[in-house]
Each structure stands twice: as C-alpha cells, then as structure tokens.
C-alpha cells in the first residue's frame, strides 16, 4: 500500500488525546490514536471513509499542527500509470479525511489542511538479489553477521492494502545489516543502499525506514570512498578498516 501524508493546522494540540497520540514513547506499543480509530472504524461505511490505517499523529515545530499518516490504496510504483492513479486516489482521500475529521472530532473542528506530500510514501517496490539476503530469523534474533555495518530498531510493520489493519512485531534487540546485502554477486562495481538493499518480505518491512537508509547509506558511502582509494572492487572492501571507520564516524554498528 502506497500512503500520502499530510499536515492539519488547527489542531488542538493541547487536548489529552491528541497529547497521548503525538508523543511516540510507549516502547513495545504501536503509537496509533486509538480513540479515533474506533470511531472512524465505526462510521466507515456511513460516511465512505477511504481505506486508512492508524491514523498516526506526529508533532511539528508548530503549536496547532499535526502531521497525519492514515491513508492507503493499493498501488505498483514501478508502473507509472498505475503509480498516477493511486497518486490521484489518495490526494483526493486526503481531502476528505481532513473533511471527516472537522466534521466529527472537537479537537478537529477548526483544522485545515496546511502541507500534502509531494508524492505519496512508497513503501516497497524492487531490490537486489544480493550476496546475502537478510531473512526474517535473522532479524527478528538481532544475528551478528562478520560484516555487520549497520543497524535496524523499527518494528516490522507491514500494512495491508485493503482495510485498516497491520501486522507490528517490536523488536527485543536491533538487528544488524551485513555489507553483503548492499552487493549484488554479478555487478562488481555496484553497491545500493536504502529501500533496494538484499532482504526478505519481512525483515525489509523494518529496514525501509528512513534511519536505517540513512545507516546503510553512511556504510555505503565510507566502503565506497576506501575502495576508490584501495583501487578494488566494492566485492573486495576491507571489512574491517570499514567498521573502524564507520565507529570514528560515531556509526551504531
């Protein structure tokens, strides 16, 4: 399922709910607004609510604003003209929401919409083959691979396309990434990091996230630099003057 943001000004920010619902520090706890839920799940189909999950409601700089993350359709973004249908799909569902929520919450009965994502948030779409597939037992047991460079906290969140439900497993340990899933065997001169890198269904629905692109990002860049500077392919990096590096760059590996 693809899913666009968007921010509300108007909020009232100060109220319990909406209090409990921004501050995502319940460890263990999928920090969604169960309060609106319920009540959106029970007006669904009085009202023709779009799909949705959560709704997740996150902070911003400003006093009176959220930002909204609750839309959801089915969507292929390798297929631009289905990618465009679902991108039309959900701007109009923003607006409805945003709609529902004014009509029918007292802390939303000033809102407004302020900000639409420029484009809708696409969770997964291809990724390499690489020379070690991350699976979800490795994960999910924080196994420390000889090459490990990076981490992964998120929980394993993966949502469905059709109703409002998700599948959450918390992690008890983050996991660790192994360089060799940033490499794929038959391209000797390659190295991906971000939402392309090697693992399975369910390890990849943590990963995805942007820390842990910005962590396998970081171990690209470095093993990229030291093998320019080696004269060796990115198969042939040392992996250890890459870890000491990473760790002097105040890397979490």
């Known amino acids: 399922p693809l899913s666009t943001y968007f921010i509300l000004g108007g909020v009232d920010t100060d109220s319990p709910m909406i209090i409990d619902a921004?501050?995502?520090?319940?460890?263990?706890?999928?920090?969604?607004?169960?309060?609106?839920?319920?009540?959106?799940?029970a007006m669904?189909?009085?009202?023709?609510?779009?799909?949705?999950?959560?709704?997740?409601?996150?902070?911003?700089?400003r006093p009176g604003e959220v930002t909204v993350n609750m839309t959801r359709t089915?969507?292929?973004?390798i297929d631009n003209r289905n990618f465009t249908a679902a991108?039309?799909?959900l701007r109009e569902d923003v607006f409805k929401i945003a709609r529902i929520f004014?009509?029918?919450?007292?802390?939303?009965?000033?809102?407004?919409?302020?900000?639409?994502?420029?484009h809708a948030g696409i969770r997964e779409t291809r990724r390499?083959?690489?020379?070690?597939?991350?699976?979800?037992?490795?994960y999910v047991n924080a196994y420390k691979y000889p090459d490990s460079i990076s981490r992964g906290a998120h929980p394993i969140d993966i949502h469905v396309a059709a109703g409002a439900e998700q599948s959450v497993t918390f992690l008890k340990k983050a996991a660790y990434v192994p360089y060799r899933a940033l490499i794929a065997e038959d391209f000797p001169n390659l190295l991906v990091a971000g939402r392309c890198i090697s693992a399975d269904k369910t390890s990849f629905a943590s990963l995805r996230v942007q820390a842990s692109c910005m962590g396998v990002g970081q171990a690209a860049g470095v093993a990229a630099a030291q093998c320019?500077?080696?004269?060796?392919?990115?198969?042939?990096a040392d992996?250890?003057?890459?870890?000491?590096?990473?760790?002097?760059?105040?890397?979490?590996?």
């Open 102 to 118: 004014k009509e029918n919450f007292e802390e939303f009965k000033n809102s407004y919409v302020t900000t639409v994502a420029v």
């Open 128 to 138: 390499i083959k690489g020379v070690h597939t991350i699976t979800a037992e490795e």
């Open 44 to 61: 669904k189909e009085a009202l023709g609510i779009p799909e949705f999950g959560g709704p997740w409601f996150c902070t911003t700089l």
């Open 87 to 89: 991108e039309c799909r």
């Open 22 to 41: 921004m501050h995502h520090n319940k460890q263990g706890q999928n920090c969604h607004c169960i309060a609106v839920r319920e009540k959106l799940l």
């Open 74 to 77: 089915a969507g292929n973004a």
């Open 228 to 236: 320019i500077k080696a004269g060796v392919t990115v198969q042939k």
């Open 239 to 253: 992996i250890d003057n890459l870890i000491e590096e990473l760790k002097k760059l105040g890397a979490i590996i």
